[in-house]
């Protein structure tokens, strides 16, 4: 774990300051794989590690959104991010294939980069009700990091917009989407707390529901989590 720690962390100023000096395209290129690399490395780390490496990534990811945007670019497809899937209601499989990145990278403690393949997943499929919601999961608060205040708007508008899409979706994607309407008010709270215990208590009831469903039983676990001091 040790050495896995220290490549990455070694690694991470390398490319941060190499990425400064390529062509924009190359540049997110370059940062897209590196953020790669750091989720796989996250899956392999122990919790203070993890901690560690989550500031590391949302430093990385701050630098990429400085970059001059490339509109026309989208995230790349990754491999090697393990096997988590859900399947959502949609026609798209490009859609769906997005959104089981965004799922990967949120295993991965990479919340920027799962925010960005969810929003690319909106675009190919913009009536596609879990897309919205996997990015007002993971502009949430995680077991990593609080919730950042300047995530609130996207946060909420993400969350009504899939409630909004919800209609004829499955059943267990219409009960994580209702449990996500509680997480997140219009304007930022003077206090979170509440919020996060309501998103909690509405997961967990969400969890009893669908017992069989792993990728819901770990949801439900890092909501409750993310009620801890």
């Known amino acids: 774990m040790r050495s896995t720690w220290l490549k990455a962390s070694a690694t991470a100023a390398l490319v941060l300051g190499l990425s400064a000096s390529l062509p924009?395209?190359?540049?997110?290129?370059?940062?897209?794989?590196?953020?790669?690399?750091?989720?796989?490395?996250?899956?392999?780390?122990?919790?203070?590690q993890r901690a560690a490496l989550g500031k590391l990534l949302a430093g990385a990811a701050a630098?990429?959104?400085?970059?001059?945007?490339?509109?026309?670019?989208?995230?790349?497809l990754m491999s090697g991010l393990g096997d988590a899937h859900m399947q959502i209601t949609t026609a798209n499989s490009q859609a769906q294939a997005y959104f089981d990145q965004g799922l990967k990278m949120l295993h991965g403690f990479n919340h920027g980069e799962a925010a960005r393949a969810f929003r690319y997943?909106?675009?190919?499929?913009?009536?596609?009700?879990?897309?919205?919601?996997?990015?007002?999961?993971?502009?949430?608060?995680?077991?990593?990091?609080?919730?950042?205040?300047?995530?609130?708007?996207?946060?909420?508008?993400?969350?009504?917009?899939?409630?909004?899409?919800?209609?004829?979706?499955?059943?267990?994607?219409?009960?994580?989407?209702?449990?996500?309407?509680v997480r997140y008010t219009r304007q930022w709270p003077a206090d979170r707390a509440p919020m996060d215990s309501a998103f909690a208590q509405a997961m967990s009831g969400v969890a009893d529901q669908f017992a069989d469903n792993d990728l819901i039983q770990i949801l439900a676990a890092e909501a409750d989590m993310d009620t801890q001091p």
């Open 24 to 48: 924009p395209d190359a540049a997110d290129t370059a940062l897209t794989d590196f953020l790669s690399a750091l989720t796989y490395c996250g899956r392999n780390l122990g919790i203070v």
């Open 63 to 76: 630098y990429a959104q400085a970059l001059p945007a490339q509109p026309q670019t989208p995230p790349p």
């Open 121 to 181: 997943a909106q675009e190919l499929d913009p009536n596609c009700a879990m897309c919205f919601w996997g990015e007002a999961f993971a502009l949430g608060p995680n077991i990593n990091a609080p919730m950042d205040a300047n995530n609130n708007d996207a946060a909420y508008r993400a969350a009504r917009a899939a409630l909004d899409k919800s209609q004829g979706v499955a059943a267990p994607e219409r009960a994580l989407i209702e449990a996500m309407a």
